[in-house]
């Protein structure tokens, strides 16, 4: 067989590689790629182990992002997803036209690997009839969907009609292939009512070894009252007690092989679509039979300790991690603490790949209220636009990542020159459905080798989740603040915000003993406009006004509607000149406005201001009351007539 250059990449999708059947074809595919200078990026998710739809569905997202035209290849573990997935994978592999295997599931147009699974499932319960006597068998199920699973439990059904043993649909348990599923199969034939099964059937070990546990603490005992087999002779079946009559299936062939049809595909060759795999039945304790060949004792308590270690340290790391990331006040500050934990996982390289929009919050404005749903931040299937790359570490450090790139690239550096071949592994970052990003771990033991790996990847997401709640909680407290702030109509201080504001200047120049300047300038005419065109209108006119004096206001004065048809211009260092000059821009600006507006009414102001250097105890809103009696002075010389009968009365 040729070597194969660096440069071929074969794409992996699987769910749940912390289980044995997962890893096992993983092992096989790496040790074939090792061989043969192939590079393998995996797509990985982990769906099923929380009983949460909405969890599973931000799961899967991960399969989203492999665009197949960037790979020379696919494999996929389709017995570990469902078969929508399958299928519209098989679809966009299509598209991209590279040859593609699918173990365990058949899919039209793509390469099979296959086990046969019924020969030796019929060997299994012929054995348990015809060697043991037993006639009341049960049978817990994988997944009705799952091709598999239903060869396994036609070829149960089968042995039993051959020896015409009846069986009730109350002995049949229908699971998921998961531990929890030998569990919840138990405690239904307990609540049964039928008679208690001599033989258990299952159809794989994870829900066959939780059977006998449960079991166990039911008084039951293994073999004695009850005897149990499963399917695919993992290693916990193996050195369980009692250790499991089972089935041998060759997993790691079939990894090695998948990679391998591939290569050799991609070399021209011709090759069949179709490979069968055979499985060989091991009769062991739980049948009562001798024990098969199982690992040495010492050995056994060596791994175990081992293992038990690992588990240990990367519980504290993970602890530690999360205690850290939770600390953060800053993205600055929680992506550096993450760098930290990321060197920990011994790692060649790690790129977290976050949405662009990530963090935005999830309620936009929309006419002047938030509250609206914004689905352009609210991402559950595929990514956004453009990813982000915070955490790039290769070549031995961490690198500088300012630019963005199109989720289509999947990584900038998918494809790059080594002197060896790479394992990336692509997970998800999401909170429930809601997708955040990914990261890609390159060349590391910690996705394999370690049980905390998915929780690892869960703190991850969670402390995101929280930052982005964080970034989301500051962004509606400034909108609050906003809205204490600013005059709603018009986009201006209103009268809380403009004491704030104007109060830090007015304090300085008591101190300084520098001058201040308010000008107030009422509205004229807003309740004609009013009358005669609407309240819009008139809303329209103070819109107007409001934006003529930001625009007139040319030294960062404070522009404020202090409410109604009131507006005040507060500023410091301000002489007469000055005074004068914005009163000019103020007037050259209503002439602008009522020439082109296009609207039956003019716009028009009455102005007064004040200017003094305020003595120690005085407030700006004395200053205000003398700015608003000179405009008032200003209003009574332009239309004498209008305040004769107010001479002698209190303004109100």
């Given at each position: 067989m040729p070597k194969y250059s660096y440069e071929f990449t074969i794409a992996v999708i699987a769910s749940g590689i912390d289980e044995e059947y997962q890893q096992s074809i993983l092992r096989g595919i790496h040790r074939y790629a090792a061989q043969h200078q192939v590079n393998v990026a995996h797509f990985i998710a982990f769906s099923g182990s929380l009983p949460n739809p909405k969890y599973d569905q931000g799961e899967y997202n991960i399969f989203e992002l492999p665009n197949f035209s960037l790979f020379d290849g696919a494999i996929l573990l389709s017995n570990t997803?469902?078969?929508?997935?399958?299928?519209?994978?098989?679809?966009?592999?299509?598209?991209?036209?590279?040859?593609?295997?699918?173990?365990?599931?058949?899919?039209?147009?793509?390469?099979?690997?296959?086990?046969?699974?019924?020969?030796?499932?019929?060997?299994?319960?012929?054995?348990?009839?015809?060697?043991?006597?037993?006639?009341?068998?049960?049978?817990?199920?994988?997944?009705?969907?799952?091709?598999?699973?239903?060869?396994?439990?036609?070829?149960?059904?089968?042995?039993?009609?051959?020896?015409?043993?009846?069986?009730?649909?109350?002995?049949?348990?229908?699971?998921?292939?998961?531990?929890?599923?030998?569990?919840?199969?138990?405690?239904s034939f307990l609540s049964s009512g039928l008679s208690f099964p001599q033989a258990i059937v299952c159809a794989n070990d994870a829900m066959a070894v939780s059977a006998v546990l449960t079991l166990e603490e039911n008084g039951i005992r293994c073999p004695e009252d009850v005897i149990v087999s499963g399917f695919d002779n993992t290693y916990k079946?193996?050195?369980?007690?009692?250790?499991?009559?089972?089935?041998?299936?060759?997993?790691?062939?079939?990894?090695?092989?998948?990679?391998?049809?591939?290569?050799?595909?991609?070399?021209?060759?011709?090759?069949?679509?179709?490979?069968?795999?055979?499985?060989?039945?091991?009769?062991?304790?739980?049948?009562?039979?001798?024990?098969?060949?199982?690992?040495?004792?010492?050995?056994?308590?060596?791994?175990?300790?081992?293992?038990?270690?690992?588990?240990?340290?990367?519980?504290?790391?993970?602890?530690?991690?999360?205690?850290?990331?939770?600390?953060?006040?800053?993205?600055?500050?929680?992506?550096?603490?993450?760098?930290?934990?990321?060197?920990?996982?011994?790692?060649?390289?790690?790129?977290?790949?976050?949405?662009d929009n990530w963090h935005v919050r999830q309620i936009r404005q929309e006419g002047g209220y938030a509250g609206v749903l914004d689905p352009d931040t609210y991402i559950t299937e595929g990514y956004s636009g453009r990813m982000i790359m915070p955490i790039a570490y290769f070549d031995g450090e961490f690198q500088q990542t300012d630019a963005s790139f199109s989720p289509d690239e999947i990584l900038p550096r998918l494809r790059i020159d080594s002197d060896r071949p790479r394992n990336l592994f692509f997970v998800p970052l999401h909170f429930r459905e809601r997708c955040l990003g990914y990261f890609a771990i390159v060349n590391s033991e910690f996705p394999m080798n370690s049980a905390m790996f998915h929780s690892w990847s869960i703190t991850i997401s969670n402390t995101l989740?929280?930052?982005?709640?964080?970034?989301?909680?500051?962004?509606?407290?400034?909108?609050?603040?906003?809205?204490?702030?600013?005059?709603?109509?018009?986009?201006?201080?209103?009268?809380?915000?403009?004491?704030?504001?104007?109060?830090?200047?007015?304090?300085?120049?008591?101190?300084?003993r520098r001058s201040v300047m308010v000008m107030f300038a009422d509205m004229d005419g807003l309740k004609s406009i009013n009358d005669s065109y609407g309240h819009a209108a008139g809303d329209r006119a103070l819109r107007s006004i409001a934006g003529l004096l930001q625009t007139a206001c040319t030294r960062g004065e404070i522009v404020c509607r202090f409410g109604g048809d009131e507006f005040f211009v507060f500023c410091e260092d301000y002489t007469e000149e000055d005074v004068a000059a914005l009163r000019s821009r103020i007037l050259k600006g209503l002439e602008i406005c009522n020439a082109y507006s296009g609207t039956p009414y003019q716009l028009s102001l009455s102005m007064g201001a004040c200017i003094t250097v305020p003595p120690e105890g005085s407030t700006i809103f004395q200053l205000i009351t003398l700015a608003d009696n000179k405009m008032y002075e200003e209003k009574k010389k332009r239309n004498p007539s209008k305040y004769l009968k107010q001479i002698g009365k209190p303004k109100t």
């Open positions: 997803f469902s078969g929508e997935i399958a299928e519209e994978l098989q679809r966009r592999i299509r598209a991209a036209g590279i040859p593609a295997v699918s173990i365990d599931r058949e899919l039209e147009d793509l390469y099979y690997i296959g086990v046969q699974n019924d020969s030796a499932m019929e060997q299994i319960t012929r054995h348990m009839i015809e060697e043991h006597g037993v006639t009341r068998l049960n049978f817990i199920s994988g997944p009705d969907s799952n091709t598999e699973s239903a060869e396994r439990f036609e070829a149960f059904c089968r042995v039993l009609r051959e020896h015409q043993i009846p069986l009730e649909p109350e002995r049949v348990y229908h699971g998921s292939f998961r531990s929890r599923d030998g569990r919840s199969a138990i405690e079946a193996r050195n369980f007690s009692p250790a499991l009559t089972t089935v041998e299936r060759p997993l790691i062939q079939s990894g090695a092989l998948a990679c391998e049809m591939i290569c050799r595909h991609a070399a021209g060759e011709t090759l069949e679509r179709r490979a069968l795999l055979n499985a060989v039945p091991i009769f062991s304790e739980s049948c009562g039979c001798e024990p098969a060949d199982t690992e040495d004792i010492n050995a056994y308590k060596k791994r175990s300790y081992q293992t038990t270690e690992a588990m240990l340290r990367d519980i504290s790391r993970n602890n530690q991690m999360a205690c850290a990331l939770v600390e953060c006040d800053r993205l600055d500050e929680y992506i550096e603490t993450l760098k930290q934990f990321v060197l920990k996982t011994g790692c060649e390289e790690f790129y977290l790949c976050l949405n989740e929280n930052f982005r709640k964080i970034l989301c909680l500051d962004e509606i407290v400034e909108e609050l603040d906003k809205l204490y702030a600013i005059d709603s109509l018009t986009g201006i201080f209103n009268r809380n915000g403009f004491k704030r504001s104007a109060q830090v200047v007015f304090d300085r120049c008591i101190r300084e």
